[in-house]
């Protein structure tokens, strides 16, 4: 009898658990919230989250800035209901009414109409682990590709001339290696050559490398001064085993007109990969954002800022360029949201809101 | 699976009622009925030394049996796991990386043991449970749960003990298969085993190879197949035992694994052609005396562990080896009481192109077990380690246990089970080395954890024989100095710091139901997990603290199974279920939960041609409901899958 009643009730529990499991534990699967679609105002903010190597969690969020609100933590899969599969998600380029997100490690970048985010098309082939991408027009783009070689072979760069018309790619011109930011000016395009020493120089016209400038130790930025001059950070390099052989970072400022003579100045560190210079609207402010906070300096300076106007370390800083307002990201977590900081031109916290993985940069709408 | 009767148990009364060589525990202990079957296979006349599981007392044991695991024979570890207990193993996809979470942890939280040693990669302070070819070993146990008393470092969520019990006179045995699956699977083993009562040798080859081109839903649309995902495994092992005079035996180990596998990228990246070859060589030699009231025993290992990583645009290589030694000395106190006192050496060079060259460490640990039965229902163990790592303390590590068995009649018993343990993870050499990031002066892991079970067991009084186990263990746990690779201030590189404390909280439920007749058997089983894992502490700046659960712990999952055999026929099936896992540490990402099905058929010609030989032919079909499911974020599985094997066996 006693065992009829167990075998019962294993009976039971077996059925419940056997033909129940599926349905009763899937419906504790958190709700999949859908993000509304944006509807855009030219207030939009979108963070590029770069996401996992490997990985294709890159994605973008946006944020208003009349609400200070983050609208949509994935715009791309709230606006287009899949996925943007962006492995390592550099950067976000807008040219009028196209927004152009890079993704680094699957060699794409995926073009959206704005302010709708709706996908209009991608650029792949032949493109090889793109960075940066820069509109010297409405209809011509000139980009920045690392170019993966067979191992060990030394990785020489490039930068691709892409007809916005058509998405396609329409040149490649050999550069130095793991080209990252660059900069018009008057008809030239610097290139930051961000493994040596070197800057090189694209005539716009022909797309002809016309010649290349030293400044300092890898150089990965560039942004143009109210003094006309163009600006330069060299990140130097640092020494994993050990530290006193560490090369410190430089400041290299010229004016955009052959032969480009250089001025180069060292700082007192090593600001490290993924150091940024950047600068306000008007170019009277530069900001350095190094692994040792960001220092402010102007152009007319007579000597670099020697202690930090933010004493923190950021993975990425961007400044509207209609307020002055710093926009700096915060990576937290390798395995979880970053965040987003604002601070107001003279230094003070706005604003903070969490993003997407390792907040990379910002494209202003 | 068994959570509840551990045949080395049984083995070990056998070996006592036959009142032979005796080092061993009480006559108190055979509490539970002998089965005829558990009789028919063990003609052993001398007991066996006794492992450090026999001084785990208290605690949960899952065992893989044999009919279990000759399913998943031409498998891994990771495949009988994944598919016959609630544990839940990321993988990345068939033949590719996997790992486990045992109890809310991590992967480096869970120690793996092959006779005694420790077997985890040093560099990375885990294994990859893909790598660990089922065809080498013969029993699988899993104890959850920390233990490092008993199982040295990383028994921090749990431990898998792999082992080959030997069996006296046996004669001659042996088997062939070979089986071929879709996506270009094929796999072949064999096996010869001979035993007379002073020598007992084993050997086992198999290979196992698939293309695993198997189509996968693209997000958004389209259904490509699978590329850089094709592997090649094998695994050689030997074992020997040779009884040596009166009291005394060698034991001599082998075994060879090696994989060539393309690493299957994520779904929606650029194939980077990632390859990765893992090759280990485990060498094993020991000697052990057995007196009356004394055994002594000596045992020396020695690994080398290769793993070469190479994509378009990467490449590191790794060598390690490993030397371990290990002595101890039990005595037998009184007639319900034995002690075990002993110590432990492990050396590990490493030449890895990471780390700038090569390097060396050295480990010491002392222990002390003892098992005291004061009375035939109550059982107890004490077990305490005092680890040495090089410019590190580590905590005292002991376990405690009790059994106390509450209700015995005819027909059914009822155990109450009670431990409490430490457990703790000597930084891996990773951790300690790598350049950049690696700290060498990072702290151990360490946890405390505490147990209560039940477990019931009922038998029919008359055949067929009919029988009923039933465990339910409830359990809390804390992880502290939990190390996390994290961003160092001012560099781009990451670097692990004791940044966490964890705590676990969760219950285990297990049941099996089995009847055996002449000609039928018949057995199904049912396990759940629930795994309740957070963060209380966190000591990166800007962190909160919430009670959100850990990444890729689900919080449910469950396993059930039913196999049966009727006359000539079998056949089978298991359902699993996964729960939702969260895939980053605070926001809105999970994958959904699944429930996977599989099931099997086959058919056995005996007797072959008049011969002691058999012929099985067995048809498993794994995904039965063709379910699109990914285990580890954006990695592919594979959709309803077939294998079919032939298998060979004399005696």
Redesign the interface.
């Given at each position: 009898m006693f065992?009829s009643l167990?075998n019962q009730l294993?009976r039971r529990?077996?059925v419940a658990?056997?033909f129940g499991?599926?349905l009763l534990?899937?419906a504790?699967?958190?709700d999949?919230?859908q993000d509304p679609v944006p509807d855009g105002r030219n207030t939009n903010v979108y963070i590029v989250n770069e996401g996992n190597f490997?990985?294709?969690?890159g994605s973008v969020s946006l944020y208003d800035k009349i609400s200070g609100e983050i609208k949509a933590?994935d715009v791309f899969k709230a606006a287009?209901?899949?996925?943007l599969?962006a492995?390592v998600a550099t950067s976000m380029t807008i040219v009028g009414e196209r927004g152009y997100i890079v993704a680094n490690?699957?060699?794409k970048i995926e073009v959206v109409s704005l302010p709708d985010f709706k996908s209009v098309g991608t650029i792949a082939e032949p493109l090889q682990q793109p960075r940066y991408l820069l509109a010297a027009s409405a209809d011509k783009a000139y980009v920045t590709e690392w170019v993966?070689?067979?191992?060990?072979a030394a990785?020489l760069g490039r930068v691709a001339v892409v007809d916005l018309k058509t998405n396609k790619v329409t040149k490649t011109i050999p550069v130095g290696k793991l080209p990252e930011e660059m900069l018009l000016v008057n008809g030239r395009l610097f290139v930051a050559n961000s493994e040596g020493n070197t800057l090189t120089v694209i005539n716009t016209a022909t797309d002809e490398v016309e010649t290349t400038i030293s400044v300092g130790v890898n150089p990965a930025s560039l942004v143009l001064g109210a003094d006309g001059h163009v600006w330069v950070l060299a990140n130097g390099q640092?020494d994993?085993?050990d530290p006193a052989l560490s090369v410190k970072g430089s400041v290299s400022d010229f004016a955009p007109t052959a032969p480009y003579t250089v001025r180069k100045r060292e700082l007192g560190f090593t600001p490290?990969?993924?150091s940024r210079i950047r600068r306000n609207a008007n170019g009277t402010a530069l900001y350095l954002k190094t692994?040792?906070g960001v220092f402010r300096l102007a152009p007319t300076d007579a000597a670099l800022p020697t202690t930090p106007f933010i004493n923190r370390?950021f993975y990425s800083l961007e400044v509207d360029p209609d307020s002055d307002v710093l926009y700096t990201g915060?990576?937290?977590?390798?395995?979880?949201?970053g965040?987003m900081v604002t601070y107001q031109k003279g230094g003070a916290p706005l604003d903070s809101a969490?993003v997407?993985?390792l907040p990379s940069g910002f494209a202003f709408y | 699976m068994s959570c509840a009767t551990n045949p080395r148990w049984r083995l070990y009364r056998v070996g006592l009622a036959l009142g032979s060589g005796l080092f061993a525990l009480p006559a108190a202990l055979a509490q539970q009925p002998l089965s005829p079957d558990s009789v028919q296979v063990l003609p052993m006349v001398r007991v066996e030394v006794e492992r450090p599981r026999q001084y785990a007392v208290g605690t949960r044991v899952l065992t893989l049996d044999s009919t279990t695991l000759a399913l998943y024979r031409s498998g891994s570890l990771a495949d009988v796991l994944a598919a016959r207990t609630p544990l839940y193993l990321k993988s990345y996809g068939p033949g590719q990386l996997s790992s486990s979470t045992m109890r809310g942890t991590s992967a480096q939280h869970t120690a793996i043991l092959w006779n005694g040693f420790n077997v985890m990669l040093p560099t990375l302070g885990q294994n990859d449970f893909t790598l660990l070819p089922l065809s080498g070993v013969q029993q699988v146990e899993v104890q959850p749960g920390p233990a490092s008393g008993l199982y040295g470092s990383g028994a921090i969520g749990g431990t898998v003990l792999l082992s080959s019990p030997v069996s006296w006179r046996q004669g001659f045995r042996g088997a062939a298969q070979i089986e071929v699956g879709s996506f270009g699977l094929g796999a072949g083993s064999l096996q010869a085993g001979f035993s007379n009562q002073r020598l007992a040798l084993r050997i086992s080859a198999s290979y196992r190879a698939a293309q695993n081109n198997f189509p996968y839903d693209f997000p958004g649309g389209g259904r490509p197949r699978q590329t850089n995902a094709a592997f090649w495994q094998g695994s050689l092992a030997q074992d020997i035992a040779w009884r040596v005079g009166q009291n005394g035996q060698v034991q001599a180990a082998a075994w060879l694994t090696k994989a060539d596998r393309q690493i299957q990228p994520a779904i929606g990246t650029q194939n980077d052609h990632a390859r990765q070859l893992d090759q280990s060589t485990r060498l094993l030699l020991g000697y052990e005396h057995t007196g009356m009231r004394q055994q002594s025993s000596v045992r020396v290992a020695w690994f080398e562990d290769i793993l070469n990583y190479a994509t378009d645009a990467f490449r590191s290589d790794s060598r390690v080896h490993t030397t371990q030694a290990q002595a101890s000395h039990t005595v037998r106190l009184g007639t319900s009481a034995s002690l075990r006192l002993g110590a432990e050496a492990q050396h590990f060079a490493v030449r890895m192109t990471d780390y700038g060259g090569f390097v060396s460490e050295n480990r010491f640990a002392g222990f002390g077990l003892l098992r005291y039965d004061p009375t035939a229902r109550l059982r107890l163990s004490a077990t305490v380690r005092q680890a040495m790592l090089p410019g590190r303390q580590v905590p005292l590590t002991p376990v405690l246990g009790l059994e106390w068995q509450t209700l015995r009649t005819s027909t059914q018993q009822l155990l109450v089970k009670v431990s409490a343990a430490r457990g703790y993870r000597a930084p891996t050499l990773n951790e300690r080395y790598y350049q950049p990031g690696g700290d060498p002066n990072l702290r151990p892991e360490t946890s405390q954890g505490y147990e209560l079970g039940l477990h019931h067991s009922w038998q029919a009084p008359t055949q067929p024989k009919l029988t009923w186990h039933t465990e339910l263990t409830a359990y809390r746990q804390r992880v502290d100095n939990w190390v996390m690779w994290w961003p160092k201030p001012g560099e781009s590189f990451v670097s692990p710091r004791n940044l966490r404390q964890v705590k676990t909280q969760g219950l285990e439920a297990s049941s099996s139901l089995q009847w055996r007749a002449t000609a039928t058997f018949w057995q199904a089983r049912a396990a759940y997990a629930y795994t309740r894992a957070y963060k209380s502490q966190d000591d990166v700046s800007g962190a909160t603290i919430t009670d959100r659960q850990l990444l890729y712990v689900p919080l449910h999952t469950a396993a059930l199974s039913a196999d049966g055999r009727w006359h000539r026929w079998q056949a089978g099936g298991t359902a699993t279920f996964t729960g939702y896992r969260y895939t980053e540490d605070t926001g809105p990402s999970f994958l959904p939960s699944y429930t996977l099905l599989d099931a099997n058929l086959g058919y056995t010609w005996p007797q072959l041609a008049g011969q002691p030989a058999a012929l099985t032919l067995l048809a498993q079909v794994r995904n039965l409901t063709n379910q699109s499911y990914q285990s580890y974020l954006y990695r592919a599985q594979p959709p309803r899958a077939v294998q079919i094997s032939l298998r060979l066996t004399w005696r």
């Open positions: 065992s167990l294993f529990r077996i658990l056997a499991s599926a534990f899937s504790c699967d958190p999949s919230k490997n990985t294709p969690n933590l287009n209901g899949r996925e599969l492995d490690n699957n060699s993966a070689s067979p191992f060990p990785v640092t994993y085993t490290g990969y993924g692994g040792n370390d915060v990576a937290l977590s390798f395995n979880g949201p965040r969490e997407g993985i | -």
